[in-house]
């Protein structure tokens, strides 16, 4: 019972910093404002009944509170960490509100976007929550890679996976392509950004693309955070990918133009 109330508060602590951050981004919308609260409400009661399950199997509840306290320090920092990122975003998207939503702006301020709202949102606030939320409970539990343990990464990567379905497909570099073909109708980033979005097709296949990306990532952070029992090196997986992987990809998606255009210019000559 000692361990029940022990991880009960600590439950309810979570749920009303969840109320407080979902107000604060739909203060002017109460209807959504409830229906995500008692969605995130249901979402971490579900995440607790199954760390209770997964104590059990791992050890028991004590072992799950001995193992809690080990790794206070690091969710300790981590928590503040996101809390700084958060009022950091906060304050920063309400300064440069009106200067974000133009194209023009945006594109002459490509390395000062980059720098103060890109590497913050992708480089720290992402990665920080999403392992804290799906990689954290799972390190806690484990403390080494067993059937088990593989059974939960595989879980957790695939909500992960799934989580990123409604990832954006497009981003504002395809919007500059747009203006300079002056195929822009307006000058709201936005708006212009969803009509990239739209036109560019695919879209299920590019979703379908972040949700296996997400499930690898999930993997890869899941085995090595438990196999080095470190929620740190979870994160640092997650900062090097998120980083990372947009200019990989890019590299790739050039390499696969260039290829294209190779091949076309061949048989444009010899057939």
């Known amino acids: 019972m000692d361990t029940l109330f022990f991880i009960e508060p600590f439950m309810l602590y979570v749920t009303g910093l969840v109320i407080i951050v979902v107000f604060l ?15 995130y409400i249901f979402l971490i009661y579900g995440i607790g009944i199954c760390l209770f399950g997964l104590a059990y199997i791992a050890g028991g509840l004590d072992q799950l509170k001995t193992r809690f306290f080990q790794f206070l320090q690091s969710i300790s920092t981590i928590g503040c960490i996101i809390l700084a990122a958060f009022i950091y975003l906060k304050i920063m998207f309400k300064r440069f509100e009106d200067d974000l ?50 059974i939960a990464i595989l879980v957790s990567s695939a909500i992960f996976g799934i989580a990123h379905w409604s990832s954006p497909t497009a981003t504002m570099f395809d919007v500059f392509s747009e203006k300079e073909e002056g195929a822009l109708e307006t000058d709201d980033s936005i708006k212009e950004l969803k009509k990239v979005e739209e036109k560019k097709g695919n879209v299920i296949l590019r979703r379908v693309i972040n949700v296996i990306s997400g499930f690898t990532l999930g993997i ?13 090196v979870a994160v640092g997986i997650h900062v090097a990918w998120n980083l990372l992987a947009p200019v ?16 076309k210019d061949q048989k444009e000559k010899y057939f």
Not at 30 to 36: A, E, L, Q, S, Y
Not at 220 to 232: E, F, P, R, V
């Open 25 to 39: 981004h739909n203060k002017s919308n109460f209807t959504g404002f409830w229906i995500k609260t008692v969605t």
């Open 101 to 150: 939503k133009s194209v023009d702006w945006v594109q002459k301020n490509v390395l000062k976007v980059t720098l103060l709202f890109t590497v913050p949102l992708i480089g720290i606030w992402a990665p920080f929550v999403e392992e804290m939320v799906y990689r954290a409970p799972l390190i806690l539990v484990f403390q080494s890679t067993t059937i088990y343990s593989w």
């Open 220 to 232: 890869l952070c899941g085995y090595y955070g438990i196999k080095y029992q470190s929620i740190w």
């Open 248 to 263: 990989i990809i890019g590299m790739v998606l050039l390499i696969i133009r260039l290829i294209i255009l190779f091949v």
